[in-house]
C-alpha cells in the first residue's frame, strides 16, 4: 500500500485552500495508518541559526538545543523515507513559499544524508519517491518569473533526488468568487485525478 507523507504550510487554518484540498484528497485515501501528516504551522520546525546550522552540518552538536535540532531533522528525513509519495501543500506568500515550509526544507536538505557532494556536483541520496505540490495563489503567477515556488521547490527536490513532481495549481483566489470557485474545482480535479489507482 502506497504511504504519503502530507505536508500543510498554510497559516490560514480552516480558510486555507492548500488545506481544503488536500484534506480533500487524503480523505479518499483507504487507511490511515499510511499517512503522515505535519502541520508545520501548529507545529513549527525551528529557524536554522549559526548553532543549528553547525549541528546539522555534523561540525558540532554539544548543546541541547543542538541535539534536539539533529534529532528532529533524522525524524524528518525518516519519514521522507517511510513515505512513498509526499504532498506538500505550498501556497505562495510574498511570491514564494511560506517560511515555516522553508524551514522544514532546511531541516531535511543535509549532506550525507539526503545528497552528497560529488566530483560531478550534488547527489541525491532520496530516490524513487515522488512528489505532488498543491500550491494557491491570490492571482496569476503560474509560468511567470514571478512564481518562485515552483522553481525553488522542484530545485530542492531534485537536489536530494525525487524528481517526479507533479504541481497543481489553484490561482486567481481573490479575483472574484466566481473565479476562484472555478479554480478551486480545477485544482481539485487535477488532484484527484492523481489518487493511486489502487485504494
Same mark, same amino acid.
Given at each position: 500500500?502506497?504511504?504519503?507523507?502530507?505536508?500543510?504550510?498554510?497559516?490560514?487554518?480552516?480558510?486555507? &485552500?492548500?488545506?481544503?484540498?488536500?484534506?480533500?484528497?487524503?480523505?479518499?485515501?483507504?487507511?490511515?495508518?499510511?499517512?503522515?501528516?505535519?502541520?508545520?504551522?501548529? +507545529?513549527?520546525?525551528?529557524?536554522v541559526?549559526?548553532?543549528?546550522?553547525?549541528?546539522?552540518?555534523?561540525?558540532?552538536?554539544?548543546?541541547?538545543?543542538?541535539?534536539?535540532?539533529?534529532?528532529?531533522?533524522?525524524?524528518?528525513?525518516?519519514?521522507?523515507?517511510w513515505?512513498?509519495?509526499?504532498?506538500?501543500?505550498?501556497?505562495?506568500?510574498?511570491?514564494?513559499?511560506?517560511?515555516?515550509?522553508?524551514?522544514?526544507?532546511?531541516?531535511?536538505?543535509?549532506?550525507?544524508? +539526503?545528497? &552528497?557532494? +560529488?566530483?560531478?556536483?550534488?547527489?541525491?541520496?532520496?530516490n524513487n519517491?515522488?512528489?505532488? &505540490?498543491?500550491?494557491?495563489?491570490?492571482?496569476?503567477?503560474?509560468?511567470?518569473?514571478?512564481?518562485? &515556488?515552483?522553481?525553488?521547490?522542484?530545485?530542492?527536490?531534485?537536489f536530494?533526488?525525487i524528481?517526479?513532481?507533479?504541481?497543481?495549481?489553484?490561482?486567481?483566489?481573490?479575483?472574484?468568487?466566481?473565479?476562484?470557485?472555478?479554480?478551486?474545482?480545477?485544482?481539485?480535479?487535477?488532484?484527484?485525478?492523481?489518487?493511486?489507482?489502487?485504494?
Amino acid at each position: 500500500m502506497e504511504k504519503f507523507l502530507v505536508l500543510k504550510s498554510s497559516v490560514l487554518g480552516s480558510h486555507s &485552500v492548500t488545506t481544503k484540498l488536500i484534506d480533500r484528497f487524503t480523505e479518499q485515501l483507504s487507511d490511515d495508518t499510511n499517512i503522515i501528516e505535519r502541520d508545520l504551522v501548529e +507545529t513549527p520546525i525551528p529557524q536554522v541559526n549559526g548553532d543549528i546550522a553547525a549541528a546539522l552540518a555534523g561540525q558540532d552538536h554539544s548543546l541541547p538545543h543542538q541535539k534536539a535540532a539533529v534529532s528532529l531533522s533524522d525524524q524528518l528525513i525518516d519519514e521522507i523515507k517511510w513515505s512513498d509519495t509526499l504532498i506538500i501543500a505550498a501556497p505562495m506568500y510574498c511570491f514564494t513559499i511560506p517560511s515555516q515550509l522553508k524551514s522544514w526544507f532546511d531541516f531535511i536538505a543535509r549532506a550525507g544524508h +539526503t545528497y &552528497v557532494h +560529488t566530483s560531478e556536483g550534488p547527489k541525491g541520496l532520496i530516490n524513487n519517491k515522488k512528489a505532488i &505540490v498543491v500550491t494557491s495563489r491570490g492571482g496569476i503567477h503560474q509560468n511567470t518569473d514571478r512564481d518562485h &515556488v515552483t522553481s525553488y521547490i522542484t530545485t530542492v527536490l531534485n537536489f536530494i533526488g525525487i524528481d517526479d513532481i507533479q504541481f497543481v495549481y489553484a490561482e486567481g483566489m481573490t479575483i472574484s468568487p466566481e473565479f476562484a470557485q472555478q479554480s478551486l474545482e480545477k485544482a481539485s480535479n487535477e488532484l484527484f485525478s492523481l489518487l493511486p489507482s489502487k485504494l
